[in-house]
């Protein structure tokens, strides 16, 4: 039992390793949102690791992944996006990994990740309307914000209408690039990773 919980940590902390190398290369999508907004892929192993290793795994690389992250390269939003990314990132991985928990087959895990995806995507809308961007408004004023998005979308003149408009589709592209990438690699990887789960 030691050596499987040895096991277990070297794996999660290997992977939150990676991840939070994969989040240095973020870059943001200007044609659907402000540049604050950046896309990165370090959700893959994070998702790959939930899948293999259980639930609780992915909880721990995805706090793993942040707090590396924000020893490595500080915040530039007050601490605002990792909250964000971490919050966003358990709504996406817990769902996907549950079900493909108890359907571990590649429509289980398809299926995990439509759901963690729809999560993600729905709890964004409230959380960046209600807790994130009233946050981010103490750093960078609310109407500064909302002018960003008006040069995308000239119609966005309120924090719904942003949300809409810009976090939405940020995310929904960012569900179906991840859910590619990790349909392709979890099975790869998974060998590798495969702990009895603790």
């Known amino acids: 039992m030691k050596n499987k919980k040895i096991e277990w940590l070297v794996k999660v902390s290997m992977l939150g390793a990676v991840a939070t190398v994969l989040m240095l290369f973020e870059f943001p999508l200007p044609f659907i949102a402000p540049s604050f907004y950046e896309l990165d892929f370090s959700e893959v192993p994070v998702l790959v690791g939930?899948?293999?290793?259980?639930?609780?795994?992915?909880?721990?690389?995805?706090?793993?992944?942040?707090?590396?992250?924000?020893?490595?390269?500080g915040t530039i939003t007050g601490g605002v996006g990792e909250l964000s990314n971490f919050v966003l990132g358990v709504a996406f991985v817990l769902p996907a990994a549950i079900i493909y928990q108890n359907h571990k087959t590649k429509k289980g895990a398809f299926y995990g990740l439509v759901t963690g995806g729809?999560?993600?995507?729905?709890?964004?809308?409230?959380?960046?309307?209600?807790?994130?961007?009233?946050?981010?408004?103490?750093?960078?004023?609310?109407?500064?914000?909302?002018?960003?998005?008006?040069?995308?979308?000239?119609?966005?003149?309120?924090?719904?209408?942003?949300?809409?408009?810009?976090?939405?589709?940020?995310?929904?592209?960012?569900?179906?690039?991840?859910?590619?990438?990790?349909?392709?690699?979890?099975?790869?990887?998974?060998?590798?990773?495969?702990?009895?789960?603790?």
Do not use: H, R
Not at 52 to 57: D, L, S
Not at 124 to 145: E, H
């Open 50 to 73: 939930a899948f293999a290793m259980g639930p609780m795994a992915g909880i721990a690389i995805e706090a793993i992944k942040i707090l590396l992250n924000f020893m490595i390269n």
């Open 118 to 198: 729809l999560s993600m995507v729905i709890l964004g809308i409230f959380t960046n309307a209600y807790v994130m961007i009233p946050l981010y408004s103490t750093l960078m004023p609310l109407d500064v914000i909302i002018a960003q998005a008006a040069a995308i979308w000239p119609v966005i003149d309120n924090t719904f209408k942003f949300v809409l408009l810009c976090v939405v589709p940020f995310n929904l592209i960012k569900v179906i690039i991840l859910t590619f990438i990790t349909m392709i690699l979890y099975k790869k990887l998974s060998p590798l990773l495969k702990v009895k789960n603790i």
